[in-house]
Every structure is written in structure tokens, then in C-alpha cells.
């Protein structure tokens, strides 16, 4: 059994932060979910996949988080209790969907899931998704705590269900990947069937419809307003003159920092966990006690802006600081550090900063660059692509793990803004410049958001090369499905797309597919599509050679080895695919017969064919 089905009451567990919102979820009795992978937030989606196998919860892997959300907005219609998980990027790409579905509002409940990502650990960028809250017009919380987030969703679908809207749980990655304890409540009995009412005057948004919801989405914010006000996720502690508002994880740094300066006796501290609509009659209250505030959040001033408001309307001059020159930046992650850094510059305290261990005599950490995983098809892609156009052609790529083939000797990454937009920005580079462009995207990024602008492409006349990496998993987050997966072997029977068909669907009229690790014919096919005039895509189709070895039947390749007397150290195998199973040993290439995979890429290129399986065993 899943360990997030426990039936012990008041038994406390170890749980990840992502676990404990699974965990919550459950213990509303979430019936429908679904998600499109992003890091940090992909372990909410990994819990509820493995526990639909065990259970009648429904899951399943979107083609894109705009979808998600869609599915669980069906399901929510009908009165389910749904919960939709993305990162914060991908909530650009459901807030289409997000702003109507403000309007609509719902039946059921549904718990929008969204991760930020301060300092960009595994994203693009590190937007800061509580504007989402004010453009959207929906309630917004954010807990502060592993166990909190667990207790935060369970209110989330009881708040939800109340207002009859979606309710945003923000969460930042010190919360989705941080590991707490938490103490189990009961879990509530999934209804997994519902009704839809039809009512195609208040949820069908031509411009009549629509002109009367949003007056009232504005008077259930005005509700929510009240309950923000009065909500014990909004509290404060300390009775001192100075004053510090701080929300999720910030609140963590904050309370260590005023123990440890020894100030706990002077300091309030003002937790804002139910933040949108903003508490503002609390904040109020908390400033007129105040003689100074200091406001203590990651990324943008979104809750200084709200407290500097709310003291203007108040009539309240003390001075309100957060982002500011010598206190906190609007830039990445908070560390203990850097807030009683702020704190004791805010209030004046003396503060020496810890001095960090002296290791002169230990040897510095050999630089690690990010790089493809030995064995990996898309470098052999990379590879044959650069065989053909050099450094001739421009090269828009998209987000994945093929991205990591930025760096040289492969250099496949030119721009790189969004999910879709390598193949969207091919066309206007093209355009543009009269020059050969190659663009790349992923299986699952194909599914997600380069379907359209194919079309478009394919519409337009524009001219250029798509690579579509097919290595039959989503690589960079954990292996999940899309639509072009087959899951037999799970004894899950769902009906795969077949990006080929699809490419050809689209119109596009010169597309080949090769195995990228028969390098000749790879090479042959790009010549080929060089030629060619128009939209053209190839399908380079090999397994993520890590998704491979968990599939039934795998059988381990042959690694390889150099044969040193035939090798006369030119270094194309190094210099050319720079496989992290090459090292060098004085002079002497070597292979790792731990790490090669025996993908045959570098035996292919080596001109002396030094490199050669190694003998089986007698």
C-alpha cells in the first residue's frame, strides 16, 4: 500500500513537502488530478499517479498545464473535489484557461498547486506567481511549513468548496522539497461521480454572460477578503516596537533570526498565510503597533506593495521597508544569512556574520559543466546535426534535457525563451535572416505546446529544420508519460500518438525518422532535409537510456573500450560528443566501463576504430 493511504490518525510521518500536499489532498478526499511535470512541484504528481494505480482516484499526466487545469475544471463542474500541480512557468500557460475559470467559478472544489522556483534551480526564470492571485481574482495561501502545507491544502478545498472558486496554494522550492514531519488526519471518502448542471448563461463566457460574473467574483472576493482578515493562517507573535510581515518560507528565516539576535522581546512578527485577497484590516492593526516595519519576502515586493497600501489608508507614516538597497534583493533564494543580515541593518543591531570554514588545504572541486547522460541519443542527434551545418545554421531549442547540449563541443542552443517556442521563434529566425535554421523539441514538449506552432509553420510557408529528440519518456523530470508513451508494460492500456503521423497530419511533407545512433544514416537523412525547402522535420527516435534499464527485458550493451595501440590520440571522440564516460588517464584516452552504456556512438566516429566492445568472457 502507498505509504500517503495510511489509516493512523495522529500518527506522525517524515514527508517531503510535495508528499504532504499529496497527503492533504487525500485527506480532503481529492477524487480527479492532474499535472503536467515541472520541477519543483513533479512529486505531488509522481504520489497521486502511483496511488490511482492502487485506488478509483483518477490521475493523469496532461499534455500541458493548460489541459490539466481544463480536465480538472470538467471534473470540478460536476462537482468533484480536484487538484491541479504545475510549476510556476506552466501556470503562464494555464492562465488562459485560470482567468475565465475565476468567472465560471466551480461546483466542487479545486486547489491549484503552483511552485516557484527562487534562483532558478531547474527553471527559465524565477516569476513570482502571487500576481497571478490579484490578475486572476482568486484566494491565495502559502504555507510556511512542511506540515503546514499539508494542513494548508486540506483548508484549501473546504475553501474552495466555500466561495466556489479555485484556490491558489503557493509554494516556493524550500517548501516542495523540504522534508518535515507531519502528524496524519483521517482521510475522507473520494465521491468520484458527479452531475453537471446546465446553465449556459452564467458558465458560457460570450460578453453578456460574462459582463454579469465578474461583478460577482468581485463580491465572493469580497467574502474572502473577510476570511483572510480573520484567518488563523494569518497571525502574529512578539509584543515588541518593531515589526516584521513575512510570508511562506521567509517566515522560517525570520523567527530563527530574531532568536537568534536576541531581539524576541522587542520584535512582533505578522505571518501572512492566507494572502490574497490581502488581510488588510489586520495589517492595519499590526502597524498601529509598530514604529517601524520591515517586510521579509522571496522574489518580487508583492506583499511590501500591499502593506505600504494599507498603511496609506490608514494614515499610518512609520517607516515600511523591504526591498531596498542593504536589505533584502529582489533577486533568488533567502538563506539565514542574508535575513538577519537585513534584520540587524533594519533595526540597528550589531550582527558579525558566521566566518565560513577555511579549507585552504583541501584541493578545489573540479568544475562539474552540465552535460548529457552517457549513452544519451540526443547527443548523437547534436552530433550529426553539427556533421552538416557547423556553426552555419541557428539553432532555437526548447526546455528539456536536451537543453544541456548547450555547452560546446555540441553548441545546440542558440535562444531559448518557452515550452513551443523553439519551433515558434524557427520561423521568424528563418524569416529574418535567409539563413538554415535547425530547431529542437522533446517528445513530451512536441505534446505539450509545438503541435501549434508546427501548424502555423506548415501554414506560413515558412522554412525550416525541426529535430523532434524522441527518447519515449519526459527525461528531465522523472520519466513521466505523455501521449506518446507506451505504458503496456505498467498494464496500463492507453492509446499512444505517434509523433510521425502526427507531424505528417499537420502537413508538414518531408519528415524521415531515424535511430540517431546509426550516425551514418543520420547524417545522410540532415543532408537530405538540408535540401529541402519548407518545413521539414526529422524524428530522432532512441530510449533515454536511464528510462530504458527500468522497462522489462533490459538487457545491459557491451561497454566499450579504446584500443591504445590503434589509438593515435587525435581526440575526435572527445572533442566531437564529449560523452562523460571518456577520461583521460596522463595522455591516454580511457573509457569507464561503469558509466558507458555500449550506445556504439564514439566506435562510429573514431577514424582508427580504436574504440571496440569489450570481449565477453570466456
Known sequence: ??????????????????EAIARGALEAGVAFAAAYPGTPSSEIALQFFRISLETDLYFE????????????????????????SMKHVGLNVASDALMTLAYTGITGSLVLVVADDPFMFSSQNEQDSRFYAGLSGLPMLEPSTVAEAKEMTRYAFGLSEDLKLPVILRTTTRINHSSGVVTLGPLTKRVTRGDFKKDPFNLVCIPSVSRNLHPRLLEKMDKAASIADQSSWNRSQGEGKWGIICNGVSYGYVKD??????????????RIGFSHPFPESLVQSFLNGCEKVLVAEEGEPWLQQAVHAAAQRAGLTIPIQGKEEGLFS?????????????ISVFFGIDFVPSTPVQTPDMPEVPARPPNLCPGCPHRATYAAVREVFGDEAIYPTDIGCYTLGLLPPLKMGDFLIAMGAGVGTAGGFSQATGKKVVAFIGDSTFFHSGLSPLANAVYNNHDFMLVVLDNGTTGMTGHQPHPGVD????????????????VKGLGVEKTIAVNPFHFRKTVDAIQELADYRGVSVLVAKAACPLYDKTLPGFKKKRPFFVKTEKCSKHRLCTEKIACPAFLLDGQEIRIDADRCTGCALCAQICPENAILPIPRKE
Do not use: W
Open 487 to 502: 505504458l503496456t508494460h505498467m498494464h496500463l492500456h492507453k492509446k499512444t500518438v505517434s509523433i510521425e503521423a502526427a
Open 330 to 342: 529582489r533577486l533568488y533564494e533567502f538563506n539565514p544569512t542574508i535575513v538577519k543580515k537585513a
Open 61 to 84: 499526466y496532461s499534455v500541458n498545464e493548460k489541459v490539466s487545469l481544463e480536465m480538472a475544471a470538467g471534473a470540478a463542474m460536476c462537482g468533484l473535489k480536484t487538484m491541479v
Open 1 to 18: 500500500m502507498h505509504p500517503l493511504l495510511l489509516e493512523q490518525e495522529n500518527k506522525k510521518m517524515l514527508m517531503l513537502g510535495n
Open 257 to 270: 533570526a530574531v532568536d537568534e539576535l536576541n531581539i524576541a522581546d522587542s520584535v512582533r512578527i505578522l
